[in-house]
Structure formats: C-alpha cells, structure tokens
C-alpha cells in the first residue's frame, strides 16, 4: 500500500515588504549621514545652537509632534482593517471603518504635522534664520527638510492607496499588502521625526 506523506507548505515571505524594508534601511543611513552633520556642526558652533534653539516654540512643536505620532495609530488602525479585508466602513463608529476612512483620517494629519512644519520655517525665516544665514540654519533646514519631504511623499502615498481600493472591484491580498507597506514607510518617518524632536528641541 503506498502512502504519500505530506509535504508541508512553505510560508515565503512578501517580496514587497521585505524590499521594502531593506529600502528603508538605506533610508536609515541617510538620515544618520544627516544626523552626523548635525551633531558636527553644534560641536562646532555650540554659542550659535544656545542662540537659535532659544528661538523655537516648543509647546507648539511637541503639539505639532504629538498629531504625527497618533497619526501612526491611525495608519495601523488602517493596517488592521485591510487585514481583515474591510476597504471600506461599515458604519459610521470609528470601531466600524475601513482602510479608506483610517488612512484618509492619517492623510490629513499628516497634512496638518507639515503645515505646522511650515509655519515654524516661515517664524524662523522672519527672524533671520534661513539656509544660508548661519550654521544652525543650514543644520536645521536640512534635517527637517529632507524629513518633510518624506512626511508628503507619504501623504501621496496614502493617496495612491486609497485610490487603488476604490479602483479595483475587489480587496484582495495585494490591496492588502499595499496598505501594510505604506504603514512601514510611515511608522519610519515618525520614528526619525520623534528622534529629531528630541535632537532639536530636547537636547539643545
């Protein structure tokens, strides 16, 4: 009598999100090339940073700091919903939504944490500090610069997915995927944004 014995399923994992994770390890090393050039400069220049950091308005900075990082909550309740195949709500309770109401709830938190961005550098400008004026300036700008910028490549992407839920006829698995890539990339870019509020407005 001959049997056949069972071969157990391997379970492989995504090859977008392990792409995606290793390109946001290259992510990580460009900050850190920014980080470097922070820390040089302040070392460099450490009446300079006791002058411009007195300039900053913390409370609104850690305000604007708080909204991004419950935008993250935001993003994974996004996450949750897609993995339980739910696109869209199924009534009108926060405990009742879909991917597309999470994520648009994040899209503009997100819009808010850069509009805040924005104001900051206007203030700063006004009183100043700009790319070109000094050490700290140049420091400043571009560390938060090049993080904002990651910050609205986000929004898009969140965007793009919530446009490719209501495209398709059906959620599926790559729906899915999708939605959890975009909350990799964006759980990176608060944890940077939470290491360089503590960089820039903590550790003056």
Do not use: C
Request: net charge neutral; no cysteine.
């Amino acid at each position: 009598m001959n049997t056949k014995s069972a071969v157990p399923a391997v379970k492989r994992p995504n090859g977008v999100a392990v792409g995606t994770i290793v390109w946001l390890g290259s992510e990580v090393m460009f900050f850190a090339g920014l980080f470097a050039i922070y820390f040089t400069l302040r070392a460099m220049n450490p009446d300079l940073w006791l002058e411009q950091t007195a300039k900053h308005n913390f409370t609104f900075a850690a305000i604007n700091t708080s909204i991004l990082v419950l935008s993250s909550f935001t993003a994974q309740a996004g996450v949750f919903a897609a993995e339980r195949m739910q696109p869209r709500r199924t009534g009108w309770s926060p405990m009742k939504w879909g991917t597309v109401e999470w994520f648009f709830l994040t899209f503009f938190m997100g819009a808010i944490f850069v509009a805040g961005q924005s104001y900051e550098y206007a203030v700063f400008v006004s009183e100043g500090v700009t790319l070109a004026s000094d050490p700290y300036g140049s420091a400043f700008y571009l560390t938060t610069g090049f993080h904002g910028i990651h910050v609205t490549l986000g929004l898009f992407a969140f965007l793009l997915v919530i446009g490719r839920i209501y495209a398709v006829k059906n959620f599926t698995h790559k729906e899915e995927t999708t939605a959890v890539v975009v909350s990799y990339y964006w759980h990176f870019v608060d944890i940077v944004w939470i290491i360089l509020f503590f960089i820039i407005y903590v550790i003056k």
